[in-house]
């Protein structure tokens, strides 16, 4: 089992020349079909709070790359994508795709960033997400929940083997990416991958930095600060057997 991490740049607000940039990635390094392929959180747009401009409308444009994705390359895909909540703010969510384009889990960001302004503009989400990916229990989160292992832990009592994390996470605490992730993983037994974007927006710099660990907390491969996809090799077993190994947990209380 194979996964990707896509580590894009992102023009502001285009969705049209993100998706070109997104293609353009995967075709020079074209994904083995049954593997997981991620993209970065909001990836078609950018961290924006202009919901009303770059959410899916009727014709879900990110929603239908993202299928059009899945189905070309027989992978399955996950990435960001903005849709409407009930309240008028929107979601920020994570939506992951088989290779024939059907939806297998939509994730709604539970910790929008408040120091961003976030909150005033998405609604949180209330639960974990899982989907299985061939025999492995994968559950996504964006970003800032991140910083909240108790999401983490909630997901890993349900099952969780694989915890992705899409991203937009800025330079000036890129530190603390690296140092979480691996925490993440080596906490909840279970292998983490993070995709960050690179580049800047109207707020923030981005250098990427994306990661792939395994349940020890090794990072398997690390990407730099300009576009790229990385990929990893991922054992199922290897979750299994350490969890039964070193049951810590078993231990974790109520």
């Known amino acids: 089992m194979k996964i990707y991490c896509c580590q894009s740049d992102v023009t502001w607000e285009n969705k049209d020349a993100n998706f070109a940039r997104v293609e353009r990635l995967l075709a020079g390094d074209e994904p083995e079909p049954g593997s997981l392929v991620l993209l970065p959180e909001m990836f078609s747009t950018g961290f924006s709070m202009n919901v009303s401009g770059i959410r899916e409308g009727e014709a879900r444009e990110t929603e239908g790359f993202l299928e059009q994705i899945a189905k070309r390359f027989r992978v399955f895909v996950l990435g960001g994508v903005v849709t409407d909540a009930p309240d008028g703010r929107g979601y920020n969510q994570a939506l992951a795709l088989s290779p024939e384009g059907r939806p297998l889990a939509r994730y709604s960001k539970m910790q929008p960033f408040s120091l961003g302004g976030e909150t005033k503009h998405y609604h949180s989400g209330e639960k974990p997400a899982h989907f299985a990916w061939s025999n492995m229990a994968v559950s996504p989160f964006v970003c800032y929940d991140l910083r909240f292992p108790e999401l983490f832990r909630a997901a890993a009592r349900e099952?969780?083997?694989?915890?992705?994390?899409?991203?937009?996470?800025?330079?000036?605490?890129?530190?603390?990416?690296?140092?979480?992730?691996?925490?993440?993983?080596?906490?909840?037994?279970?292998?983490?991958?993070?995709?960050?974007?690179?580049?800047?927006?109207?707020?923030?710099?981005?250098?990427?930095?994306?990661?792939?660990v395994d349940p020890h907390g090794t990072i398997l491969v690390?990407?730099?600060?300009?576009?790229?996809?990385?990929?990893?090799?991922?054992?199922?077993a290897l979750v299994v057997n350490w969890r039964a190994e070193f049951p810590a947990l078993r231990d974790m209380r109520p």
């Open 159 to 212: 099952g969780a083997q694989l915890f992705t994390v899409i991203a937009n996470w800025p330079i000036t605490r890129i530190h603390h990416w690296v140092t979480l992730l691996q925490a993440r993983a080596i906490e909840n037994q279970a292998y983490v991958a993070g995709v960050n974007r690179v580049g800047s927006d109207p707020r923030y710099s981005y250098n990427g930095r994306s990661l792939i």
């Open 222 to 236: 690390e990407a730099g600060d300009s576009e790229c996809v990385i990929s990893a090799d991922i054992d199922p």
